[in-house]
Each structure stands twice: as C-alpha cells, then as structure tokens.
C-alpha cells in the first residue's frame, strides 16, 4: 500500500513536470514563430521602427512568452502540494523580473527610435543633439529607477523580508539616514543626470574645455560622463561636475566659432596692405565660413607691432586648420612682398660711434696734457 502510495505521487510529479514542459516548450514555440513573422515583415517593409522593436523586445519576450504559457496552464499542472508553493513563488519572481526587462526594453526602444530619426553626423546638428542628450539620459534614469523598483517587489515577496522591511519601518528615522548618507554620490549623479536633461549644459558631440582639456562629449551614462580629449584619451567625470563646475562649452548654441591668428611685424609694416589680402587668403579655402574676417593691431611693443587677424569657421575643427592656414599665408605674403616688414632688432649705431668718438677725445686731450706737463 505504501509502495502504491508512492508510485501514484511519482507519477503525479512526473505528470506535473510534464506539463511545465509541454507549456514551456509551445511559448518557446510561439515566441519563435511570432518574432520570426515580425523580422521578416519588418525586412520586408524596410522599417527602423519594426528592426528596432524586434531588437529590443526578443530577449525579454522569450521568458514572457513561457511564463505566461505557465500561468495559463495552471489548472493543469498537478503538481504535489510541497512544490506548488515553490513554483507558484518562482514564477512570480520571473514575471517580475521579465516585465521589468519588457519595460526597459521598451524604454530604451523608444530612445534609440528618436535618436535615429534626428541624425548628429549632419553639419546642423544642434537639435538633434539636443533632443538626443536629453532623451539619453533620461533613458537611462527610468531604467535605473525600473530596475530599483523590480529588485525591491521581488525582495517583498520573501516573508523574511517583508518582516525586515517591517522592522526597518519602526526605525525609519535611523535606517533612512544611514541608507540616505550612504546612497548620496548615487541620487547626487541621478539628480544632476535629470537636471542635465533638461537644462542641457551639455550634449552629445559638445566641444568643451574640461580640466584644460579640449575634448568633446562622447558618453553621457546615469553617473558620469566621458570626453574625448583631442589626443583620443578619455577623461571620465561624474555628472555633478558639470552641474558644479564652471567649463567652457564652444558649440552650447551653435558650432561657428570665431577665432585669432596673432603675428608680430615691423614699424614699418603696411597695415592696409596685409587687410585687403586677408580676405583673398579666406576666399581660397573652404575652411572659411564667409562671416568673419578682420586685421586689428592690438598691442605695439619697443621691438614690433602686434598684428591679430578674426576668422571664422562652421566648427571647432575647420577653425584649427583655418587658423594654421590664415598665418601660414599671411607669413608667406610678408616675405614676399614687404620683406622688410618682419620684425627685426635695431642697433643704435650713431649712439655707439658718438661714444667711442668721445672716448677717443678724452684719451687725445689727456696725452696733450701730459705733454704739456712734461
């Protein structure tokens, strides 16, 4: 009798196992043929937004699929009554966790359909980089908040925790400070992500002076951000730095930039001259943007006259290479037609003859004397 007891329970688990298999198996099935429907209908159609919400909602939607196969073959699945608790618990945690990966994958399926409808790789990218920083970042603060919110209903679903949690409650006061003072740096860099997001000091691509750095914004995460430094390092900096920190950024409106060329030239320079060829130098370049362009004579030392030509460019890059092709032509124009005009050091040489005329006057009148004397 007890070994007929025994064998109808085994056969009971076995029949139960079965069943989470059979169920598991045909929402494994019916993932398979729903996504390979929709990517061959999104290839069809040529559509992003289709290519994307099969990218993002594959993975999270083959757990989906199996769990909610589980649940609606419950009444099924006769399982003996010392596991059912555990299954019943285990499939909830799985739930959880995959409706939040579901929620993220959405999320993030949302940013990258935005961000790939505004392209940055185009010559006016200010909107697009804006909107796309903006939609980055808080992209990024959802998630983390998502993720916060799934770890902590899947902990309340432990008894042992949920008493905890009840005695962390009677002393909120002290847990709250210690968990508060612990978890500063975190909702610091959460608080500055949403602050960046919707002030936007920065933004993706930004040229910016860092540290004295030159660099442009590569990566904005949920913490900390990374400029590429012209030389291709990475400087990594935490959000609150750019909330806290003064910083130069070039392209905060838009990405023309004005900058100086300085030269040093002679007294005797033609100023007039070297303005009217500013402007053919520029009109030989696509470099130059056509707005700005200028000769000034800034500063006059006891040696030369300081000389500090204003051009323009549509970036910061195009501005480098205009700068270093503006002086590179304004020497050249100098040496060859006022060559005289480059700067040189004079020596005064009547003053030097003066002194040694009087030096030898001196020695004459003192031999007369001695002369004389003898």
Known sequence: MNRAWLTRNQLDAITGVAWVLIAVGAGIAIHRVVYWAFARW??????????????????PAAYIFPLVAILVAGPQLDLPAAWTRPAIHLTGLLTIAAVAWTVIA????FG???IARHRIDVEDNLAARQLGTRVDILTRVVVIVVIVVALGAMLMTF????ALGTTLLASAGVIGLVAGIAARPLFENLIAGVQLALTQPIRIDDVVIVEKQFGRIEEIHSTYVVVRIWDLRRMVLPLTYFITTPFENWTRRTANLIGEVYLFADYTVDVAALR??????LEGTPLWDGRTQQIEVTDVTDRAVQLRALVSAHDSGKLWD????TREKLVAYLQDTQPGALPRLRLAETERGDTRASRTGNDGATKAERHSGE
């Open 112 to 114: 990258d359909v935005v």
């Open 106 to 109: 959405t999320v993030r399926l």
């Open 159 to 162: 008894p042992a925790i949920q």
């Open 42 to 59: 999104a290839e069809r159609r040529h559509s992003t937004f289709a290519a994307a919400v099969v990218r993002r909602t594959c993975r």
């Open 322 to 325: 205009l700068r270093s092709y």
């Open 276 to 281: 009217a060829q500013l402007p053919r130098i």
